[in-house]
């Protein structure tokens, strides 16, 4: 028995409707593969510019505990009154401490440049503080010495001739940090289009240093 194939009209609208909806299922996958393809992209772009705001943030919270702490050292070495010599800030430094994971993420230059001062600030600080420890340890040895002994006298001496020799000491000690301050408030300027004008460090010296728009390297 042998069957004889027709092409019937049912058949043909049958076949159409198959075909037109196989073109719906491609058309909608497309549509649905560049949606997701935008969502993506909106995504990655999101997270891009929150990265971006976060670097911003960071670097100009770093640039304004920089220039805090380098004003606060600068006022001590140069301070006219004997008494502000020797008050000593806090070796903390709260920002940098906060975010010392991130500072990569702001280029390998200006990390370093920013890492630079902290280590110089850090040695400034504690070098002033072992300074005056030996100063109250050899006037604590005078004291401990018999009144009018030559032993008190030597130690009283000794004691003036430190407190006299400070100030150099400051100074010294101050040299690289003023260096450091100076090129990391710059590098920090420049990546945040801070104005320099408004960085103590900066407002009191002339400088050179990168061009504004060279952000990383």
Avoid: W
Wanted: with cysteine.
């Amino acid at each position: 028995m042998q069957f004889e194939a027709k092409l019937t009209l049912d058949g043909i609208m049958t076949l159409v409707a198959g075909v037109i909806a196989f073109i719906a299922v491609i058309i909608q996958i497309r549509s649905s593969s560049k949606q997701v393809q935008d969502q993506m992209k909106a995504q990655r772009d999101a997270e891009r510019e929150e990265q971006e705001r976060q670097m911003q943030s960071v670097a100009t919270a770093v640039l304004f505990e920089i220039d805090h702490v380098y004003r606060l050292i600068s006022d001590q070495v140069h301070a006219d009154d004997f008494n502000i010599r020797y008050l000593i800030p806090p070796n903390r430094f709260i920002v940098f401490e906060a975010n010392a994971g991130h500072l990569g993420s702001l280029g390998s230059d200006l990390a370093r440049a920013i890492v630079r001062f902290y280590g110089e600030a850090g040695r400034y600080f504690l070098g002033s503080q072992q300074h005056l420890q030996e100063i109250e340890n050899t006037k604590a040895a005078a004291a401990a010495k018999s009144f009018g002994s030559l032993e008190a006298f030597g130690a009283s001496v000794s004691a003036s001739m430190m407190e006299g020799s400070y100030p150099n000491a400051l100074m010294d000690s101050f040299r690289p940090v003023k260096d450091a301050a100076i090129d990391a408030c710059n590098r920090l300027c420049a990546f945040t289009a801070f104005d320099p004008s408004g960085v103590y460090a900066l407002s009191q010296h002339t400088f050179a240093g990168p061009e504004p728009n060279a952000k990383k390297n």
